[in-house]
């Protein structure tokens, strides 16, 4: 895995990992694999806390190996040797940052390798990084399920993120591999009580009537949280309760989208599109939720830029705006397919077409959003402009002495602005002169200093 020595810090280690996930993004798309694996381990260098960017890594990784189940193969074995020794010289020395960087080095040789997912998980554990930890015990187990040291690493990190329900079905793993196992029957009693006791609030209440009201018990603090006191907690155990409702997933990923966290509301959205069966809904707010993050790390991109000023920034900043515009045109052609009576879909995508300067297919979505009274006047100015750039300034006059009467100064001054310069502008190339001095001075009564509308009426009139 590359590493990050002398590279970026802090908040720009947030804004070079979204560029480089949405490079892995793309290049996953592409099915570019090598490029995949190589964007998303620089995500993970950058943010090595970050669970999605490492499920990624590793899918990527087993795709590059055809999912083979075995790596490069024979080609990996002597480098492999090399990595397990740096492995043990760190876990000795309790470098686990270095175990980390030398297990997802292994790993894209070989991410099926079970000893390094059992090492990157006991690295991660030792951060303090649970979750990837539980998803790491769990790919090492998935490869060895009879693994005894195994379950029982996996099974202890989720009893420890309170994942009782997770930890039992492990445990009884263990049980029916060995009925005798006096440890395995205990502990699948002792979490079943312990999950009861803390869903119910028992733990420490002082009375009966402190258990039914929810209260939090003495000296735990934050640790029990009852019902109702959290969105996030409560949503979570109606997913457990009840992993078949759809419902309960939109309602977590609708909490994560409006905090802003929409890594997980995505994680969320896609597994609520897996319960639903593809449903259509569902991937129309799961498209919503992507092109939000797109935003976001064009902002982020954006700030990088604008701070550094090297052309390299400006370059990714330019790269992600496209993927933006791409991808907003994707999702809003497939929108106008399935909702044909919709004439704003079919305006929000034709402005997409316009900034790619693709008239001809901008052009008739324009005229049907026309017929919407409510857009009427900016369809017709976005008409009028398609025509204009497309060389065809007569058909533009047309659209923009039609936009006129339906636009207002005061509601939207800046559409009521550009028609009348942009059809000043049509009539001074027509060469009606009195016309373009009209719809200049109309623009300068609202706004005096609007473009140079003031230099060009100027001149008309016989100015300087």
């Known amino acids: ?10 908040a ?7 560029v480089w996930f949405r490079k892995g993004v793309e290049a996953m798309n592409k ?21 999605g960017f490492r499920q990624n890594l590793r899918g990527c990784t087993q795709k590059k190996y055809a999912d083979n189940g075995s790596g490069a ?8 040797m090399g990595i397990r020794s740096r492995i043990k010289k760190a876990r000795a020395a309790g470098a686990w940052n270095e175990v980390d960087k030398a297990c997802e080095e292994g790993l894209q040789l070989n991410p099926w390798d079970v000893q390094l997912n059992a090492e990157l998980a006991n ?3 030792e951060q303090g990084w649970t979750e990837i930890a539980a998803w790491s015990y769990a790919l090492a187990r998935k490869s060895d399920m009879n693994n005894i040291e195994l379950n029982k690493a996996l099974a202890a990190v989720l009893e420890g993120r309170g994942q009782y329900k997770e930890a039992v079905a492990v445990w009884e793993h263990l049980y029916k591999l060995d009925p005798k196992n006096g440890e395995a029957r205990s502990k699948i009693m002792g979490l079943q009580t312990k999950e009861t006791t803390e869903r119910g609030g028992y733990d420490d209440a002082t009375s009966t009537r402190d258990v039914r009201i929810g209260k939090p018990a003495p000296g735990r603090g934050k640790e029990t949280v009852a019902p109702g006191q959290s969105i996030e907690v409560d949503l979570k155990h109606a997913i457990r309760k009840e992993p078949e409702k759809v419902e309960n997933y939109m309602k977590l990923a609708d909490h994560y989208r409006r905090n802003r966290n929409l890594d997980a509301a995505q994680e969320l959205l896609q597994k609520a599109l897996e319960v639903s069966g593809s449903d259509a809904g569902v991937r129309e707010i799961l498209e919503d939720v992507e092109l939000e993050q797109l935003v976001a790390n064009l902002e982020l991109a954006k700030a990088a830029a604008a701070t550094s000023g090297s052309d390299t920034d400006r370059q990714n900043s330019a790269a992600l705006a496209q993927e933006l515009l791409k991808r907003e045109v994707e999702v809003l052609s497939a929108r106008v397919e399935r909702y044909p009576a919709d004439l704003n879909r079919k305006y929000e995508l034709a402005t997409r077409f ?18 919407d009274p409510r857009m009427k006047g900016k369809a017709l100015v976005a008409l009028g402009k398609s025509f204009l750039y497309d060389k065809k300034v007569s058909l533009a006059r047309g659209q923009f002495e039609r936009s006129l009467p339906e636009l207002n100064s005061e509601q939207d001054p800046d559409s009521f602005k550009e028609a009348h310069y942009l059809l000043a502008r049509v009539c001074e190339e027509l060469g009606d002169k009195t016309s373009a001095e009209k719809y200049y001075g109309e623009v300068l009564v609202h706004d005096y200093e609007y473009k140079d509308a003031k230099d060009r009426l100027e001149k008309l009139q016989g100015g300087g």
């Open 12 to 18: 720009d280690r947030e804004k070079w990992a979204a």
């Open 354 to 371: 316009m900034r790619m300067q693709k008239w001809a297919l901008a052009i008739p979505l324009l005229q049907k959003a026309s017929q």
């Open 73 to 80: 193969g024979a080609l990996a074995k002597t480098k492999l």
């Open 31 to 51: 099915q570019n694999w090598p490029l995949a694996v190589e964007s998303f381990a620089m995500c993970v260098t950058m943010k090595p806390d970050n669970l």
């Open 1 to 10: 895995m590359a590493t990050a020595t002398g590279g970026p810090q802090g």
């Open 123 to 125: 690295a991660c554990k």
